[in-house]
Antibody
């Protein structure tokens, strides 16, 4: 059974950098796109971007382009979401999820990583 | 961007009753070459990640109870829970994966009356 396990909660200050991770298991990690989804406190779901670990092809939602960096290390079946300079408005739960083979619906989800940015 | 609008924002029904959630897209998510609607539904319970219920607008994910069904085509879609159970209390989201950036509806909160 496919499983995605994310890194733990983070508390950071504005301006700091951060990388969170998402480790896949139970399936061929290089054969499926991984997506990142943001959920701000008490709000809905927003598409951040996707990566294909097989060749690191990466796509960003225009709202997040230039604000975050998505990467992957296929040798350890792990995808990453990175910020170079956090803002208070980055405070949210971030989910990684696997995209389906036949269509880009999200069929397996990580448990989420809560990122809190506060001075 | 395709805007997804769900109705209602919240809903309260009695146990055993039918619950219906609607989702409207600002443009068609039906791909004519394969006649598939690029529309999914997710369930999110408090403190949990979303869970895929339905994809291609009406295909139930493996393991999802058959009281959940999806219908609709083009721009108008419906998620129906035929007989509401206590464990169905959650927020439900529709999602279009027809064109990037992929977008979600704002969510519908389902409670027991």
């Amino acid at each position: 059974e496919a499983q995605l396990v994310q890194s733990g909660a983070e508390v950071k200050k504005p301006g700091e950098s951060l990388t969170i991770s998402c480790k896949g298991s139970g399936y061929s990690f290089t054969s499926y796109w991984i997506g990142w989804v943001r959920q701000m406190p008490g709000k809905g779901l927003e598409w951040v971007g996707t990566i294909y670990p097989g060749d690191s092809d990466t796509r960003y939602s225009p709202s997040f382009q230039g604000q975050v960096t998505i990467s992957a290390d296929k040798s350890i079946s792990t995808a990453y979401l990175q910020w170079s300079s956090l803002k208070a408005s980055d405070t949210a739960m971030y989910f990684c999820a696997r995209l389906g083979t036949a269509g880009d619906f999200l069929d397996h989800w990580g448990q989420g990583t809560l990122v809190t940015v506060s001075s | 961007d395709i805007v997804m609008t769900q109705s209602p924002d919240s809903l309260a029904e009695s146990l055993g009753e039918r619950a219906t959630i609607n989702c409207k897209s600002s443009q068609s998510v039906l791909y004519s070459s394969n006649n598939k609607n690029y529309l999914a539904w997710y369930q999110q319970k408090p403190g949990q990640p979303p869970k895929l219920l339905i994809y291609w607008a009406s295909t139930r994910e493996s393991g999802v109870p058959d009281r959940f069904s999806g219908s609709g085509s083009g721009t108008d879609f419906t998620l129906t829970i035929s007989s509401l159970q206590a464990e169905d209390v959650a927020v439900y989201y529709c999602h279009q994966y027809y064109s990037t950036p992929y977008t979600f509806g704002q969510g519908t909160k389902l409670e027991i009356k």
